[in-house]
């Protein structure tokens, strides 16, 4: 079965500090990984996508790292702003259907000021 | 333009009522999808077009019911809802069904269903 797990569940920090957060996935055959941020009540918006081939991705002050011997993938915030307070959820596409995405249940964060 | 566009935002029916969800795209992607997305879950897949013809159905009730008028377009049609449908409703697109490594999901903000 295709799964994708992330950690933490929910994380507070504090204006301005880094935080990471991570997702395991069983997803097999892989085609590509995405890291999507979502306001409450608001469609995902896509930060990051990675293949097999892509170690690390950029996206202003977000960065997706992807490990895929050992299906890991992290994304870190680095100086936080209180816009950064959403949903962050672990999209993995692939599988014996390529069209389906496999979904992470998302980390919360919330940035305090 | 990378805009997947939805109408309305909010909604608020009662379980006799019949209403309309519309989704627009103009990237030229040929495969469309509807999600339901309950509060703190994530989406869960409902029907998938694939050049304006439903391609997947994810054993839905028909009380939803799906239509693709044209590439641009996609509506979900809602009819004898019950309370538990109360949920986001998101419309998403892709260039194709299936379309390699790079493939990716656009998704809209989301229609906000309440059912009475």
């Known amino acids: 079965k295709n799964q994708v797990e992330q950690s933490p569940q929910s994380l507070i920090i504090l204006e301005g500090k880094n935080c990471t957060l991570q997702c395991n996935y069983t997803v097999s055959p892989f085609s590509n990984l995405r890291w999507y941020k979502q306001d409450t009540g608001r469609g995902p918006v896509s930060l990051t996508i990675?293949?097999?081939?892509?170690n690390t991705k950029s996206n202003g002050r977000y960065t997706a790292t992807l490990d895929a011997d050992t299906k890991q993938s992290s994304l870190h915030i680095t100086a936080s702003q209180l816009s950064d307070s959403a949903s962050y959820i672990c999209v993995v596409r692939g599988g014996s259907n390529d069209y389906k995405l496999s979904f992470g249940a998302g980390t919360t964060v919330t940035v305090r000021a | 333009d990378t805009e997947v566009t939805q109408t309305p935002k909010h909604l608020v029916m009662g379980m006799t009522n019949k209403k309309s969800l519309k989704c627009e795209q103009h990237m030229g992607h040929r495969a469309m999808y509807w999600y339901k997305q309950k509060a703190k879950k994530p989406p869960e897949l409902m029907f998938v077009y694939s050049y304006e013809k439903l391609s997947i159905n994810e054993s839905v009730p028909s009380r939803f019911s799906p239509e693709c008028p044209n590439s641009s377009l996609l509506n979900l049609h809602l009819h004898a809802l019950q309370p538990e449908d109360s949920a986001l409703y998101l419309c998403?697109?892709?260039?194709?069904?299936?379309?390699?490594?790079?493939?990716?999901?656009?998704f809209g903000p989301g229609t906000r269903l309440l059912v009475l």
């Open positions: 998403a697109s892709s260039r194709n069904l299936a379309g390699g490594p790079q493939e990716t999901q656009y």
């Open positions: 990675m293949t097999f081939s892509e």
